[in-house]
């Protein structure tokens, strides 16, 4: 076998060699370099645009006013702004933005109703809606700037009339809600007419501001589509009268 010699000097350089190929391989990857910021064009030289704040989710602004002071005032229904007022009816009373003045409180016998600011005003007798309008003048007069009044009605009075005479079934009758009721309908309630009735010859009798009034009603004309209408009010009292022919 022929053996080959290695001079040390030869022997050196070859393992330099190996050694700098593996440190080649177990290098670090190549730094990328950093991204660049879009400078923003209204801003100072030198300075760079933020980035955007996230959006945050709105919220309704909280009321600092007391709950109802602002509340929409209500309208009043036909029927009910048309009910007339007696005594023992409890209302409700409301200002706008005046929650001081919204008050409840009870028709007193005289008719009088006692509110904040105005003391005892006379309302029986007047519509819910003329009522309203009344209050808000006395307020407006002194007290309050062009007001925003609403009055309804709480509860109702003991609301009866009673028909006697030549009817089928004389008595008492409960007037239901704020409809309003005629005369015929209330002769209706009462089973009609009797056969010797006199349909011309009706009385009713009613209070109006603690006196007594006679009203003569014909209802023979209320028959008639142009003939009118009579209403029968709480409290009154219809005799009908009977025919001797």
């Known amino acids: ?26 290098a670090a990857p190549p730094v990328l370099p950093a991204p660049q910021i879009q400078a923003d064009p209204t801003a100072p030289a030198g300075a760079f645009r933020s980035a955007p704040a996230p959006a945050q989710e709105s919220r309704p602004a ?4 007391p709950l109802g002071s602002d509340a929409p005032i209500p309208t009043l229904v036909a029927g009910e702004g048309d009910y007339i007022l007696s005594s023992g009816d409890t209302l409700n ?4 933005k005046e929650p001081d003045l ?16 105005l003391g005892e005003v006379k309302v029986a007798g007047m519509s819910v809606r003329e009522a309203q309008e009344h209050i808000r003048k006395l307020l407006n007069a002194d007290y309050v700037v062009d007001p925003q009044v609403y009055l309804n009605i709480v509860s109702y009075t003991q609301r009866k009339f009673t028909i006697i005479g030549q009817v089928t079934r004389p ?3 409960e007037l239901q809600g704020t409809e309003s009721l005629g005369i ?4 209706g309630m009462a089973g009609g007419f009797s056969r010797i009735a006199d349909t011309k010859n009706i009385t009713v009798k009613r209070s109006v ?12 004309k209320l028959e008639d589509p142009q003939g009118g209408s009579f209403d029968v009010l709480p409290g009154d009292i219809i005799t009908v009268g009977e025919s001797w022919y």
């Open 1 to 26: 076998m022929f053996a080959q010699s290695f001079s040390p000097i030869g022997f050196s350089a070859l393992l330099f060699t190996a050694v700098a190929f593996l440190q080649s391989l177990s």
């Open 62 to 65: 909280t009321a600092d006013k």
């Open 93 to 96: 009373l409301m200002v706008y």
């Open 102 to 117: 919204n008050m409840q409180s009870k028709i007193a016998r005289d008719g009088r109703v006692q509110l904040p600011l």
């Open 171 to 173: 008595g008492s009758y």
């Open 184 to 187: 015929l309908e209330a002769v």
């Open 209 to 220: 501001e603690g006196k007594t009034q006679t009203i003569k009603v014909n209802t023979k």
